[in-house]
């Protein structure tokens, strides 16, 4: 059995968790949505100090719900990759001074890894290999689960993660920030039908279409121009018709793309993580479809879809077991793919 406390601090939440193996001691979450929403999007460097100010209650806080003492803890893990430099590197130090105060292991973390390991909270029978499909803010992402630290990424975004696109389209329409719940939630009073809007197909020199990336700058123009019209008309915006057609094109996207990937490589499970995988239509539509094709999907509970530590402590708890550890010396990167994922670690 192995123990560790997580910090993740890699964007806008302060986050704090205690995960034995595969079971949630303790999660502490300090959102600063409220702190952000008044700029419509994220400020790195509000973020930091939003960080600084609320860090250590988050891991007394941690250790009480708990109620575990540090001769309980086995590991110390922390985000370093990829995310908000400044953010990263409150969580990375913390992580650090905690681990040398105690004598405890290190363990660096890369946070799209930590996404994969959400579904492992909720379920503790599934095993590699499966298709990973990473939906969130930042990144949209097929990715091949072989095992613990192997992972290939088989299709990505070429510009807007299917999140950012989210926000984006929440910004046109005036809806505030963040978009994705708000857009779910007024989709439900709209026609999914009513506008047909393109779902972001990306070319390939030779000719043709790549089967598994996807890109949604597109879809945002087109539903930008798609307001403008109305507005050149005089005409109100159909703002619920128009968020419910977006919603639906980007679950039909993500999972038309996530079948064909996990069809084409003989994979029999699909794990969605990231902040997209609360999205209402995207589990209706994948689900369906993977029924269809006798495929298991799997979709963490919501609490486990955003940013959060206890999917950062599962993740390190595996690589703990393996014999992983991190040095003292590890730095942050702002960016840093999966196939790098060994350079975090100094013992396998």
């Keep these: 059995m192995t123990t560790v ?3 993740e601090t890699s964007c806008d939440e302060t986050a704090v ?18 702190v952000h929403g008044q700029y419509g999007g994220v400020v790195p460097e509000v973020a930091s100090r939003q960080h600084l100010e609320v860090v250590n209650q988050a891991i007394a806080q941690a250790l009480e719900q708990a109620n575990l003492g540090w001769q309980d ?11 908000l430099v400044g953010a990263l590197l409150v969580g990375l130090m913390a992580g650090k001074t905690l681990a040398m105060l105690h004598n405890k292991p290190f363990l660096g973390v890369h946070h799209l890894e930590g996404h994969i390991y959400a579904n492992y909270l909720s379920e503790p029978s599934l095993e590699p290999p499966f298709l990973s499909l990473l939906v969130s803010g930042g990144h949209t992402s097929l990715i091949h689960v072989q095992d613990c630290g192997v992972y290939e990424t088989l299709g990505t975004t070429r510009d807007d993660a299917a999140g950012e696109a989210f926000d984006k389209v929440a910004r046109l329409l ?7 719940p708000i857009i779910d939630k007024l989709a439900q009073e709209g026609n999914p039908q009513a506008f047909r809007l393109p779902e972001g197909k990306v070319s390939l020199p ?6 598994y990336d996807a890109s949604f700058s597109g ?18 915006v159909p703002v619920a018709d128009i968020a419910a057609s977006f919603q639906e094109t980007v679950a039909k996207a993500l999972t038309k793309r996530a079948i064909a990937c996990a069809l084409h490589h003989n994979l029999s499970a699909i794990a969605v993580g990231g902040g997209v995988a609360a999205n209402s239509a995207l589990r209706s539509h994948l689900q369906a479809a993977a029924s269809q094709q006798h495929i298991r999907v799997f979709f963490p509970p919501l609490k486990y879809c955003t940013d959060n530590a206890a999917m950062i402590a599962c993740a390190a708890a595996e690589h703990l077991k393996m014999g992983d550890t991190s040095s003292f010396s590890l730095g942050v990167h702002s960016r840093l793919s999966l196939s790098q994922i060994r350079e975090l670690y100094t013992l396998s």
């Design 5 to 7: 406390l997580a910090i």
């Design 17 to 34: 968790a205690i995960v034995n193996n595969r079971k949630v001691c303790s999660s502490i979450v300090t959102s600063q949505i409220s």
């Design 73 to 83: 803890i086995d590991g110390v893990a922390a985000t370093c990759a990829p995310g």
């Design 174 to 180: 005036k809806l505030g920030y963040p978009g994705g």
């Design 206 to 211: 030779q000719g043709g279409y790549h089967p």
């Design 219 to 236: 879809l945002k123009t087109a539903v930008l121009r798609l307001v403008q019209k109305f507005e050149a008309e005089n005409q109100p």
